[in-house]
């Protein structure tokens, strides 16, 4: 495939359909245009050359259990004070009082929701698209960007925000690192939190207008 060609399916995978999703979209289809985008970018992404599905288990240089005990620590302090700030009745109110969807979030949320983004936003992005796409730091802010712009939909500030700092995150140790299930954890981690704590409501389909 030609630069031109990874350009154009590379604009319209990860600008141009996100805008149209939060746009043009209404919030009940918006898990099926999900479900089917992240159908296609794996089919993408089986189609990348020199792409391994192994690689994603191969033992990479993997992250320290204290970075991900850091990372755990800073996300609760982060989110518990988004939540208190923006919506304080929030706070904790879904472990509290609906334990049972609580729960369910949290073994749901990291199969349903981070893997397909992870491979959308990590291996697809580095690796088929790792020719057209700048090296270093501009790569890491380009991926934030894109991973932010996908959360449009929510039509938040603070989903935009948290996003692409967390994308910062997430593409800065992928691109350093290439261990896949550290992101993944990394990722799960994060949400998993922000649904804890309360943040979830700037990320919940429910209340998009």
């Known amino acids: 495939m030609s630069a031109s060609q ?9 600008a141009i359909t996100p805008i149209l999703v939060a746009l043009f979209l209404p919030p009940k289809f918006v898990f099926i245009a999900l479900f089917a985008i992240t159908l296609f970018s794996l089919f993408l992404l089986n189609k990348t050359p020199d792409f391994n599905w192994r690689s994603l288990i191969q033992k990479r240089r993997k992250l320290k259990i204290n970075f ?3 990372y755990a620590v800073g996300c609760l302090a982060l989110f518990s004070l988004i939540t208190f700030l923006f919506i304080p009745k929030s706070l904790f109110v ?7 969807l609580w729960l369910i979030i949290m073994l749901a949320y990291p199969i349903a929701s981070v893997l397909p983004q992870e491979l959308i936003f990590r291996p697809l992005f580095f690796s088929r698209y790792a020719s057209i796409l700048p090296i270093g730091n501009r790569i890491t802010i380009l991926n934030a960007g894109a991973f932010s712009l996908v959360h449009l939909m929510y039509w938040n500030w603070i989903a935009l925000v948290v996003t692409f700092i967390g994308g910062l995150v997430l593409a800065h140790f992928y691109n350093k690192h290439r261990n896949f299930l550290d992101i993944v954890i990394l990722h799960a981690i994060g949400g998993c939190i922000i649904f804890t704590t309360g943040a979830g409501r700037f990320f919940y389909s429910g209340a998009i207008q």
């Open 94 to 100: 879904l472990p509290q009082n609906m334990p049972i």
């Open 6 to 14: 990874l350009k154009f399916e590379f604009i319209v995978l990860f």
């Open 68 to 70: 991900f005990m850091f």
